[in-house]
């Protein structure tokens, strides 16, 4: 499983964003691979918790947590991160990352999905905060979901069909295929649906103001882990690989006209190497970003989702292309 700490250190300026507004010019340096290790921080995406032991905070206490925020905005910080197999302790803060993938489309199954990533730790890693050698916390203790700022992982979606958050995903992929790929709208049910095809669901979900570099050592690490499992004969040895991407457009015409914008600013050089791909709206859903506007007269940006599909032995040449890309903005 994969175990590595990041060599780079990022040095984050906590700002407050509320509401969320952004500027096209800052939107534009959340996208571009050009990033140095100075960035700033404009994650305001707060995901709702439904369990049903959640408690109700109070006045005082939001009055407190605001006070303790406002201390912090300006400041300049250096993050290092590990990454680590997923434990137990991860579940929450993996459900919270997922929530802002699938948004509401299959909520009711989350949890479960959480599970099978958390029990197939041999494959993939979630990026966590080192909490240094004088730190007392313990990667394995009970309140350190909150410590998950990212999680790379694959899932099978073809053996593991009889699980209902597999089921959910399977019918999503189909059914958005059929309405929005025009050109072959049966083609990812015709995928998923072959029996000698093995699929594998990539997750690589991250929070917004963490930067692209992070990604080439998840996508590395991830591999790895992929080849090693095959050559332990577990179920890995795709055929296809198939992304979610978190992606935004302008809704009315503009500077911007149609340009889609990618919130993991490194899948938008991969879609260059997908065997089709396909974009819809999220904006019924209620997604964090979709209710967002642009402070120059950019207009409001809609929030979408691009499906991409994959030959499984494109990951090698996606990692490569995306370290070439970073070399070159260095």
């Known amino acids: 499983p994969c175990v590595y700490q990041l060599q780079l250190l990022l040095q984050v300026v906590l700002i407050l964003v509320l509401p969320f507004n952004l500027s096209r010019t800052d939107y534009r340096d959340m996208c571009n691979m050009n990033n140095s290790n100075k960035y700033v921080a404009k994650d305001a995406i707060s995901t709702e918790d439904n369990d049903d032991d959640d408690e109700l905070e109070s006045d005082d206490e939001d009055l407190e947590d605001e006070e303790e925020v406002d201390e912090n905005v300006g400041k300049v ?6 990454a680590r197999p997923p434990c137990d302790s991860d579940f929450h803060g993996i459900k919270r990352l997922l929530q802002q993938l699938f948004v509401k489309y299959i909520n009711d ?3 479960e999905l959480s599970n099978l990533i958390v029990a197939q730790d041999f494959v993939g890693c979630v990026l966590k905060q080192d909490p240094g050698d004088d730190s007392e916390d313990s990667y394995d203790d009970d309140d350190d979901d909150d410590n998950v700022f990212a999680v790379s992982t694959v899932i099978n979606i073809s053996e593991n069909q009889h699980m209902s958050c597999i089921e959910k995903i399977n019918d999503l992929l189909i059914s958005k295929c059929e309405e929005n790929y025009k050109a072959e709208p049966s083609r990812m049910a015709t995928l998923i649906r072959d029996p000698s095809k093995q699929i594998g669901f990539l997750i690589s979900e991250r929070f917004i103001n963490i930067p692209p570099q992070v990604a080439l050592p998840s996508y590395q690490s991830l591999k790895s882990d992929i080849e090693t499992a095959v050559r332990k004969k577990r179920k890995f040895d795709f055929s296809h690989l198939v992304l ?13 006209g149609d340009e889609l914008f990618f919130s993991n600013s490194e899948e938008q050089l991969f879609k260059e190497m997908s065997e089709f791909s396909f974009t819809f709206s999220v904006a019924d859903q209620r997604d964090s970003l979709s209710d967002g506007t642009w402070d120059e007269n950019g207009g409001e940006f809609e929030s979408l989702r691009t499906i991409m599909v994959f030959d499984a032995s494109a ?3 996606m990692i490569v292309k995306l370290q070439t890309e970073l070399q070159q903005n260095s």
Not at 77 to 82: G, T
Not at 244 to 256: D, F, H, Q, R
């Open 244 to 256: 979610i991407s978190k992606t935004y457009k302008a809704k009315s015409a503009g500077p911007l």
């Open 77 to 82: 910080i250096d993050v290092a991160f590990d």
């Open 315 to 317: 990951l090698g040449q």
């Open 109 to 111: 199954e989350l949890s």
